[in-house]
């Protein structure tokens, strides 16, 4: 038995058609899968709660691993967002290379994302990150962009 591959990280949303305005024209990802209503014994068995109806999509760039954006329809979830705090135990981010971390920084800051920041210049070797900062999604999920050097010929490092 393995894992075969990484396949979409999760994120619950309160306004899918929001959020995904927000994934496709703020970070110009593009819906892989459009919103589709799902409901009956399967989703609530692999979710966990009978009675289950959630709107899903997903988004990402076409490199096998998709955003996919959950709005819980029943059971309703809380409209609390992630904890300000990135070092609870169990808060989490989605991390996405860039080609410009400083770029993205400031027209996220100008279409007024709430950003941490900003990204400063660290010297150091593919694969770390060079330049690397955290911003929410509308519904405050957090977010990564990070910008490294090219990867080394050979190189297999993620």
């Given at each position: ?14 306004d899918?058609?929001r959020?995904?305005a ?17 409901s ?26 998709s ?5 819980y ?23 996405m ?32 990150a ?29």
């Amino acid at each position: 038995m393995e894992i075969k591959g990484l396949y979409h990280t999760g994120f619950v949303v309160s306004d899918l058609e929001r959020t995904l305005a927000f994934y496709t024209g703020v970070l110009k990802m593009r819906v892989e899968r459009p919103p589709t209503e799902l409901s009956g014994e399967w989703i609530s068995d692999v979710v966990g709660y009978p009675g289950t109806r959630l709107r899903s999509a997903f988004v990402g760039i076409g490199d096998g691993h998709s955003i996919e954006l959950l709005q819980y329809l029943s059971p309703p979830g809380s409209r609390v967002p992630n904890p300000a705090d990135r070092n609870r135990v169990g808060a989490s981010h989605a991390g996405m290379i860039v080609d410009d971390a400083r770029g993205w920084y400031e027209r996220l800051k100008a279409a007024g994302v709430e950003t941490l920041g900003p990204p400063a210049l660290r010297d150091v070797e593919y694969p770390w990150a060079r330049y690397a900062f955290y911003f929410r999604d509308p519904d405050g999920n957090w977010l990564e962009f990070a910008e490294r050097a090219p990867r080394p010929a050979g190189s297999k490092a993620n």
